[in-house]
């Protein structure tokens, strides 16, 4: 049986069970360096491999995002994890809002988030998402597995964006 929960999945993308992140005020003035990408280079299914998660993500192990193109130029979206046993989900639309933003609005919440790319793999297989306020972050791959080196590079690049790099967490996809 498939839930839909808001408050889990808000950010759009979820993680396995952690603590959530906090991001250090120190961090708060570096610059975000943006990846403008075509929204339909984001098409398909991702797995959410590594996070720096948000306090709505706690719980959920599995976590997925599958992007469709809308023909409006837009990209629907359905993020999806397992919590508790149950798969949670919840739909939404994200909107370009400038090379490599994007709005995302998801159902049943009544704002849009601001999701950046921030690095993308050279053979496009690996997706690296920011938000501006650095209180989350998500490292998309294609498929479940994860080198330490991709770990390494997508670590290194939310690192000159911003991030505490030691705060990243493994998300459990097996």
Known sequence: ???????????ALALAGCDPHTPSPRYAQAPM?????????????????ATYPGPFQDGCTKT????SNRGDGTLGLVNRCLRDGQVVQISGVATPDGPGKFKVRLEGVPFAGDYWVIGASRD???????????IAGWVLHRDRSFSPEQRLWAREVFRKNGYDEAAMQRTAQR
């Open 1 to 11: 049986m498939i839930k839909k929960s808001a408050l889990g999945m808000i950010a």
């Open 33 to 49: 360096y943006l990846l403008p990408i075509a929204p339909e280079r984001l098409v398909g299914k991702w797995y959410e491999v």
């Open 64 to 67: 997925t995002a599958t992007y």
């Open 124 to 134: 496009g297989r690996t997706v690296l998402v920011g938000t501006p306020t650095r």
